[in-house]
């Protein structure tokens, strides 16, 4: 039998500052065409996949970059993707930049993914909660990575779903270097875990990393999947983009930990895979019982604790 979900990791090559909300979109829904054919159910796109990755210029002006954030979802620009999905009966997560007013006049600044059922129910939001890279304008730096300047770190954690016949949820990617995003949602029973990435290989703060970044970035997906009994799903923005060289390599991993279908190229590229969610039992109920066997009396200095307290010094005497 099984719980068969068929999902495509909807890789996009770069998306140039120039690259109009239409043009991106355009290609988006090829994307969607190449899944129809392919029976594909489940469309996941990178993260911030209508823009290019803005955070590496910084503005003085915030309002200045207003124009990369989405005031409204759909749009003019983004209802034909929300009506070809429909039309097709495929669901799909997109990343993007979100610039909510709330009903008190307050300015959020968030980093989303939005996840939208078969027949076009919006299903929920997610917003980044683990905002890497700096907060002010570094000179020295051959491209920014400013996203503490542009984005708000989520306080909603890390919340799943009922939806395409399991339980999902969502991270973004700098989320996936970290375990207690996974943890958090291993413990509300996931199933199916979607990713959006925008990873630059040149790591500026410790060049020694580049070469090590498609296998941290496999490292990181894998243990997550095996640790937690969960499908996950991958899907970078690679390639130049401005003058940026991405990492590509989306990917989808089963619970197993095991990588199970991989982007060739770093351009737009739909990667697709029959995921049995059935499968997850295998490890949720054997040696990742969590309720037989982990130990969170022992645990509290996760959620006690933000930083690292060293033990204290020998004594001298
Ligand atoms: N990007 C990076 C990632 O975790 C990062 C993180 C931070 C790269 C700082 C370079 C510099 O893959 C995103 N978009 O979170």
């Known amino acids: 039998m099984g719980r068969f979900l068929t999902v495509g990791a909807a890789q996009l090559g770069p998306v140039q500052r120039d690259d109009s909300r239409k043009e991106v979109v355009g290609r988006l829904i090829d994307l969607l065409h190449h899944g129809h054919r392919q029976g594909v159910e489940l469309v996941v796109y990178p993260e911030l996949a209508l823009t290019t990755f803005f955070p590496r210029w910084f503005v003085d002006d915030i309002a200045e970059a207003d124009h990369w954030y989405e005031a409204a979802m759909p749009d003019v620009e983004t209802q034909p993707l929300f009506d070809e999905a429909r039309r097709l009966g495929i669901g799909f997560c997109l990343g993007y930049a979100e610039r909510e007013t709330t009903p008190g006049g307050d300015v959020h600044r968030w980093n989303v993914q939005l996840l939208v059922e078969r027949d076009g129910t919006v299903i929920g939001k997610f917003h980044k909660v683990h905002i890497p890279g700096h907060e002010r304008h570094e000179p020295g730096r051959p491209f920014q990575h400013a996203e503490r300047y542009y984005f708000e770190p ?164």
């Open 154 to 317: 989520s306080p909603y954690g890390f919340p799943v779903w009922r939806a395409f016949g399991g339980i999902v949820g969502m991270m973004i990617c700098n989320d996936r270097r970290w375990p207690e995003s996974y943890r958090e949602m291993g413990l509300q029973g996931v199933e199916l875990i979607l990713c959006g990435y925008n990873t630059p290989i040149h790591y500026v703060p410790d060049p020694s990393q580049d070469i090590l970044q498609g296998f941290h970035n496999a490292l990181v997906m894998q243990a997550g999947a095996y640790q937690n009994g969960t499908w996950v799903v991958g899907v970078a923005k690679g390639g130049v983009e401005e003058g940026v060289d991405s990492l590509g390599q989306s990917c989808i991993v089963a619970p197993s930990g095991q990588i199970v279908a991989q982007a060739l190229t770093t351009d737009d590229e739909l990667v697709v895979a029959r995921c049995d969610l059935d499968w997850c039992a295998r490890y949720k109920e054997t040696l990742f019982d969590f309720t037989r066997y982990r130990r969170p009396e022992v645990y509290t200095r996760i959620t006690s604790q933000r930083g690292v307290v060293l033990p204290p010094e020998r004594g001298t005497r």
